[in-house]
C-alpha cells in the first residue's frame, strides 16, 4: 500500500513535471505574444538611448510586437541592469549594455547581482570610438593644447561624463594617465545633461559617444577635436586621433543587448535572428555610419567573448588608477 502511494506520488510529480515543461515549450514557441521592454540604463537623450530607439522601431516591425524603450539610469548603469537581472526570464524584458558592463565588476566591489551569471548575452550590436569634443568657441583646437593647458594649471581643466565608471569617464581618466596631467571629472546623470554643460561653457571638454555627440556635432554646437580609436575615423573625416598626440590611447564603446539568465535558448535565438535583421537593414546601417558606428551584429557567444576581452582590458587601468565606485 505504501508502495503503491509512493508511485502514485511520483506519477503526480512527473506530471506536473511534464505539464510545466509542456507549458515552457508552448509559450517559447508562442513568442513574443505581447509587448516587450527595452531598458536603456541611461536618461533620455545620450547616444544609447538613441541606439535603443532606432533599434526598438526595427524590433517593433520584424517581431510584430510593441517594443518600449524604459530608461532606468544611474549608479553607472547598476540600477538599469538589475532590474533585468531580477526581471523573469521570458524575454519580454531586456537590456542595451554598453562598455559600463564590461567594468562594473571591478569599479564596484559590491554588485546586486552576478555580472557573469545574471545576464544571457543576446547579441551584439555595433562598435565605434569615443570622440574629443569641446563647445564650438573653446580655445583648444587639439589634444597638445589641452595636455599644455593641464600641465600649466593642474586640476583646473574639466572634463564630463556620463557617470562614474562610464567610458566618458575612464576615457578621461586614461588621457590624464598618459598625458601625465591632472584634470578634474565632472560626473553627470546622463550625456544630454553632460553635453549641455559643455555646450554652454560649464565644462571644458567631453569624451563621449559618436552617436551621443554627432547631433550637436552637425548642429555646430560642438566641435570635434579627436577619436579615439587607434585610428582615424572615416565618419570623422579630417580628424585626427588622440593616439596621434599620446601613443597607444584606444578606448571602444560598444552595445549589445542582454536578457535574464535562464532566458530559454529558443527565444534567445528568435531576439537574436530578429536584432541582425533590424541593423542589417540599409537604414538602419547608415544611421549608425553616419554616427561613426561599425555593425558588428553576431552570435550570441561572440557578444560574451568580447565584453570579457574588454573586461580584461580595462581591469588593468581600473586597478592601477584606483578607481572605484562605492
Partial sequence: MIMLARLLKSLVVMLALACTLGYAQLAAAAYPDKSLRLIVPFAPGGGTD???????????????????????PGAGTVIGMDLVARSAPDGYTL?????????NSTLQSKLPYDSERAFAPVALIARGPNVLVVRNESP???????????????????????????????????????????LTHIPYRG????????????????IGTAAGVSPLLAGGKLRAIAVTSPMPSS??????????????????????????????????????????????????????????????????????????????????????????IQ
Fill in 50 to 72: 538613441q541606439m535603443a530607439r532606432s533599434l526598438g522601431a526595427g524590433l517593433t516591425k520584424v517581431l510584430g510586437q510593441t517594443v518600449v524603450i524604459e530608461n532606468k
Fill in 95 to 103: 537590456v542595451v549594455a554598453t562598455f559600463a558592463h564590461a567594468v
Fill in 140 to 182: 583648444f583646437q587639439s589634444v597638445k593644447e589641452i595636455v599644455a593647458a593641464a600641465n600649466a594649471q593642474p586640476g583646473k581643466l574639466t572634463y564630463a561624463s556620463q557617470g562614474n565608471g562610464t567610458s566618458a569617464h575612464l576615457a578621461g581618466e586614461m588621457l590624464q594617465n598618459l598625458g601625465k596631467v591632472e
Fill in 191 to 206: 550625456a544630454s545633461l553632460a553635453l549641455t554643460d559643455v555646450v554652454s561653457g560649464q565644462v571644458d571638454f567631453f
Fill in 235 to 324: 565618419a570623422f573625416e579630417g580628424i585626427t586621433t588622440v593616439a596621434a598626440t599620446l601613443p597607444s590611447y584606444a578606448v571602444e564603446s560598444w552595445y549589445g543587448v542582454y536578457a535574464p539568465a535562464g532566458t530559454p535558448i529558443s527565444i534567445i535565438e528568435t531576439l537574436n535572428a530578429a536584432i541582425r535583421q533590424t541593423v542589417n537593414n540599409p537604414d538602419f546601417i547608415k544611421k549608425i555610419e553616419n554616427e561613426g558606428l561599425t555593425i558588428s551584429v553576431g552570435r550570441p557567444a561572440e557578444l560574451e567573448q568580447y565584453v570579457q576581452a574588454e573586461n580584461n582590458r580595462w581591469k588593468k587601468i581600473i586597478l592601477e588608477n584606483k578607481i572605484q
